[in-house]
């Protein structure tokens, strides 16, 4: 990461899942803005939250969008994004946004820093932040298809329950202490699992689905990818996993897909079957890397790979990366 300049910062939803992790990172990472603006919800504003030692109070957005601060890190969902971004970005702050909203506008750029910062602009005011899937997923594909240009992916994800927000981990929590609570899915999810993420659509995919087969094509830049995905939702408390199979235009050495992925910044190769060794949630939680292991060719068809992935997806796969955006342009970019 380039060096962090002194700025100003706010970080709205800050209350949240993933507004509490983001204040996480920038503590681990020693990001300590000049001053630092924490934005929830009406029913939060004037309570205090802590970051890096010490109090601060929640603001409402006409606080913020007064101080002007250099960036905004978004993460209250996307009716409160497509309301409030944009006002933002008119008072001349730049956004950074967690949330569906703005990820396939084709005015806005769609940033896993590692692969694609270079593409930000000092007029880019909005910044979308991928699908939590989406990002561990490309983090992986990026160096493959450089090298061996993808033609096909077909990738299963099971998604953790984090994924949806705190009311499912309530959910799940209570299920496994047989406590009756508020229900965030139509079903138990302890003990169970279920082919359901995000709304369904009329072609029987699901939104989460969705937007795996889109965002990917628009960070990869690469249009002619043939992408399908199925979503399992899990009872797993941080980290989603990612079984996936990629066609290849060009044939590849196994020992070379290897090398590949260890020298790839931000990844972690973990496969070594005669010891059991393989990714999981139980390696990635609070982790920043990306973990890819089970690596084999599939003898079924030419030019085809297998491989399993997981991250922690409210680390990588939101805050983290959001955190990352604001490093990089807090450092340098093109004009």
Known sequence: MLKIKFMELAVVGATGLVGREIIKVLEERNFLPKNFYPVASPKSVGSSIEFAGRMYRVMDHSDVLALKPEIAIFSAGAETSKKWAPRYAEAGITVIDNSSAWRMDKD????????NAGILKKSDKIIANPNCSTIQLVMILAPLHLKYRIRRIVAATYQSVTGTGIRAVRQLENERHGIKGEMAYPYPIDLNLFPHGGSFLPNGYTTEEEKLVSETRKILNDYSIRITATIARVPVIGGHSEAVNIEFENDFLLDDIFRLLRNTPGVV??????????????????????????????????????????????????????????GYLSGSRES
């Open 269 to 326: 190769v973990q496969d070594d079957p005669a010891n059991n060794l393989y990714p999981m949630p139980l390696f990635s939680k609070g982790r920043d890397e990306v973990f890819v292991g089970r690596i084999r060719r599939d003898e079924s068809q030419p030019n085809s790979l297998n491989l399993w992935i997981v991250a922690d997806n409210l680390r990588k796969g939101a805050a983290t990366n959001a955190v990352q955006i604001a």
């Open 108 to 115: 806005i750029p769609l940033i896993v820093p590692e692969i």
